[in-house]
């Protein structure tokens, strides 16, 4: 396969809801959607969108980059395997956001020539996966609102944001939900790196009673948490701790961490995250793929990804909420708390127009 003709476009979606990173607040999300052809004629799109205050690089460094590789890479060849195209784009220098950009489409180009590309390259691809439903702060009446209009639509997983100043607040909303709910449906928790070590120990022994699926990032720092690890009786889970794909490999090979959450678009890419899959998957360890508020384009590859992940964890992909328009139609949307996959439509076609 010969690239043929590379292209960038920027967009930019509006946030239904703005959101507060450490430093400021995100009210919309700016990025490019790339577009490479082949020496047949096929189009194929990724997107590249770094998360201000996740991603390491930011979107200007990305342009930089893009400029130069729009004469860089036109009349590069790879073969039809993963291992080529790492080697195709080992060539530029990239950055994660970019990577992931690069991937998506020139595996999506792969697919696209080789229709068996999926069911032969991976073990095991679902037809569908359960996702969480992100409850954020609010009262706690608002909150048992919310959670039984996402269970009346099928949702059997809920992510609940806690960590307010007031801890007893935080513990009797998880109480009210469990009273109500029961077993009827998992909570994971996301405390948002909110406590210090010792306050994280004594919360945590007072919530495992409500049988919590994992608990996100309770501790300020890396290190507390992977302590944290070591003797908690609610499993812990890595998000905004893991700051680069070598943090993530660490954590899986000689941690107490037993859930990872994933965000290909900020440490670098589907191939990486293709290898991470597999290596948690010998150690017993479970990898949650996340949204970093991507538009449907880049979505998409999330969702593959999540189809190849061997457990049944609900997946950080329910992504419905965040814009007040997207690019173009998000073709993976939520039914019954669920998105379903067919392999022999993938890599989607997108409506986009692109100026
Ligand atoms: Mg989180």
């Given amino acids: 396969m010969t690239i043929n003709n590379f292209k960038y476009f920027p967009f930019s979606l509006k946030l239904k809801n703005p959101f507060q990173t450490s430093s400021q607040t995100i009210t919309e999300r700016n990025g490019f959607i790339i577009s490479i052809?082949?020496?047949?004629?096929?189009t194929l799109f990724g997107e590249c969108s770094p998360l201000p205050g996740f991603s390491l690089e930011t979107i200007e460094d990305a342009e930089r980059i893009l400029r130069g590789l729009q004469y860089q890479i036109v009349g590069f060849s790879a073969e039809e395997n993963l291992n080529s195209v790492a080697a195709l784009l080992s060539e530029f220098h990239l950055v994660p956001s970019l990577q992931f950009a690069l991937e998506q489409a020139v595996i999506g180009l792969i697919i696209k020539r080789n229709k068996n590309f999926i069911k032969d390259s991976f073990a095991t691809v679902k037809s569908e996966f359960g996702v969480n439903a992100v409850i954020g702060f609010g009262e706690e009446e608002n909150i048992l609102d919310r959670i039984n209009e996402?269970?009346?639509?099928?949702?059997?997983?809920?992510?609940?944001?806690?960590?307010?100043?007031?801890?007893?607040?935080?513990?009797?909303?998880?109480q009210s939900v469990h009273e109500k709910f029961g077993d009827k449906i998992k909570i994971r928790l996301d405390?948002?790196?909110?406590?210090?070590?010792?306050?994280?120990?004594?919360?945590?022994?007072?919530l495992a009673i409500f049988g919590i699926e994992y608990i996100e990032e309770p501790c300020s720092n890396l290190y507390d948490n992977l302590q944290l690890a070591q003797t908690s009786t609610v499993p812990i889970a890595l998000d905004e701790s893991l700051s680069?794909?070598?943090?993530?490999?660490?954590?899986?090979?000689?941690?107490?961490?037993?859930?990872?959450?994933?965000?290909?678009?900020?440490?670098?890419?589907?191939?990486?995250?293709l290898q991470i899959i597999q290596e948690a998957w010998k150690k017993n360890k479970n990898v949650i793929i996340s949204s970093s508020f991507?538009?449907?384009?880049?979505?998409?590859?999330?969702?593959?990804?999540?189809?190849l992940v061997n457990h049944s964890f609900a997946h950080g992909l329910d992504t419905s909420e965040y814009f007040k328009q997207d690019i173009c139609r998000d073709l993976y949307e939520v039914n019954n708390g669920k998105i379903f996959f067919d392999h022999n439509n993938f890599p989607p076609h997108f409506d986009l127009s692109l100026s």
């Fill in 294 to 307: 991507e538009s449907a384009v880049g979505k998409s590859a999330l969702v593959l990804l999540a189809t």
């Fill in 244 to 273: 680069s794909i070598e943090d993530v490999h660490k954590v899986i090979s000689d941690g107490y961490i037993n859930f990872i959450i994933l965000k290909p678009m900020i440490y670098g890419g589907i191939i990486s995250s």
């Fill in 191 to 206: 405390a948002n790196r909110k406590w210090s070590f010792e306050n994280a120990k004594s919360f945590i022994e007072r």
């Fill in 37 to 42: 052809s082949d020496e047949l004629e096929n």
């Fill in 150 to 174: 996402k269970f009346n639509e099928s949702y059997s997983t809920f992510k609940i944001k806690i960590g307010r100043d007031d801890f007893d607040l935080d513990y009797r909303i998880i």
